[in-house]
């Protein structure tokens, strides 16, 4: 079946714009998660949705950033502002929520360059 | 707090060499999981397995084993025969048992990057 997919794959935004980030889960996952990438380093979590609820923002980094999945099964990252250290990739992943089946499944995220 | 070391930052073997990527890990949760993903250079994590706390069972699928150790809080992976394909990033990841709702996010180490010479 199809995999997570994410768009834009790659954008480009001058400081201080407002940027928004897709993502479409595999079908029927009810977990779905956003990660940020820098450059030479291992992805940190930013938010965790369980259908349309957001039970875990603990991860974002300032109140700029935003996530939303109003119907549980799309969600979009948006940030506000952007800056300089915003620049990063953006993942998101999905998994199913069948006990013991807690792997997530990733897609192949958005490259967003602050200029 | 959880934690994933990988000390290994880059790792360069000639093809059809073996090879062990190092992860130490720490929790004070006693049911946990742990997973290697490989990220090649298009980007896109690649899952590759995941191991419950309660199983110290080591596994092998084809040129790939793990070794999970609770004693010394180790779970590191072993390619064999390495091919020129195997060159990527890896990522040793760890996270809580997720009930209820709770968060089963991922908490990565920093990766370490494997290149196969030909």
């Known amino acids: 079946g199809a995999g997570v997919s994410q768009s834009p794959r790659y954008k480009v935004a001058k400081r201080g714009q407002d940027v928004a980030l897709r993502c479409d889960p595999i079908?029927?996952?009810?977990?779905l998660f956003w990660y940020q990438q820098a450059l030479g380093q291992g992805p940190e979590f930013l938010t965790y949705?369980?259908?349309?609820?957001?039970?875990?923002k603990s991860g974002l980094p300032s109140d700029r950033f935003f996530a939303e999945r109003p119907e549980g099964s799309v969600s979009t990252l948006k940030i506000q502002r952007t800056q300089q250290e915003d620049s990063a990739v953006y993942l998101c992943?999905?998994?199913?929520?069948?006990?013991?089946?807690?792997?997530?499944?990733f897609g192949p995220g958005t490259r967003l360059t602050v200029t | 707090a959880q934690k994933v070391t990988q000390a290994q930052t880059e790792i360069s073997v000639v093809e059809k060499e073996d090879v062990t990527l190092d992860c130490v890990y720490e929790?004070?949760?006693?049911?946990?999981?742990l997973f290697w993903y490989k990220q090649p250079p298009s980007g896109e994590l690649v899952f590759l397995i995941r191991?419950?706390?309660?199983?110290?069972q080591n596994e092998i699928s084809g040129r790939y084993s793990w070794n999970f150790q609770k004693s010394t809080s180790s779970f590191n992976f072993t390619i064999t025969a390495s091919q020129v394909v195997d060159s990527a990033v890896y990522f040793c990841?760890?996270?809580?048992?997720?009930?209820?709702?709770?968060?089963?996010?991922?908490?990565f180490g920093t990766g370490t990057l494997l290149a196969v010479q030909p």
């Open positions: 949705f369980q259908n349309e609820a957001q039970l875990d």
């Open positions: 992943a999905s998994s199913s929520d069948r006990v013991g089946s807690y792997e997530q499944y």
């Open positions: 191991r419950n706390s309660f199983d110290e």
């Open positions: 929790t004070r949760d006693t049911t946990y999981y």
């Open positions: 079908s029927g996952h009810v977990s």
């Open positions: 990841a760890l996270s809580e048992a997720g009930y209820g709702g709770a968060t089963n996010k991922l908490i």
